[in-house]
């Protein structure tokens, strides 16, 4: 993929170097970081695209499931329309055996996401000039996804003057 990206752009040679480079270290790292990945990588194809592998591919306590989910012309049709997280909660009360595995395996590139980023602000938010301040609060707020309604908190606290 990054052969074509870069084949269609004017990118010096140097540059497509380093970007090798890095995702080769990435992927290194990624595989020191879960180092039984390579083991698992045929038994976790199916979720990726449950409808493009083989039922010997699959765990044999959940190839019935497997079987009916991959000639399930709805399901099919769902799948190319979600992203994989959408689509295996969807059918997890209609297949829950292999959704389970799906999920269980899915949520664990989330959750260790989520500790790599909360680690990060952390480092950002505690520098040597905070480092004695409680960032329970100040995490909460740089991790949050809700956007404070800044307008409606200075409107409460606004005073009332009377004449």
């Not at 020191?32 to 039922?55: H, L, M, S």
């Not at 044999?60 to 497997?66: A, G, I, N």
């Not at 059918?91 to 949520?107: D, E, G, N």
């Amino acid at each position: 993929m990054l052969d074509s990206a870069l084949a269609d752009s004017n990118i010096v040679s140097d540059l497509k170097q380093h970007i090798i480079t890095h995702l080769s270290d990435l992927k290194a790292e990624f595989i020191r970081y879960f180092p039984d990945i390579d083991d698992k990588r045929e038994a976790w194809k199916f979720i990726r695209n449950p409808f493009q592998c083989e039922v010997a591919d699959v765990a044999d306590e959940v190839q019935e499931e497997f079987l009916e989910l991959k000639f399930n012309s709805t399901a099919k049709e769902d799948f190319k329309d979600m992203d994989l997280e959408t689509f295996w909660v969807k059918y997890f009360p209609v297949y829950p055996l292999i959704s389970h595995q799906a999920l269980r395996i899915l949520t664990m590139f989330g959750s260790t996401y989520l500790c790599e980023t909360t680690f990060s602000t952390l480092v950002a938010i505690k520098t040597k000039y905070r480092n004695r301040l409680n960032v329970e609060g100040d995490l909460h707020c740089a991790l949050s996804s809700i956007r404070p309604r800044i307008q409606d908190l200075v409107a409460k606290k606004q005073c009332q003057i009377s004449h």
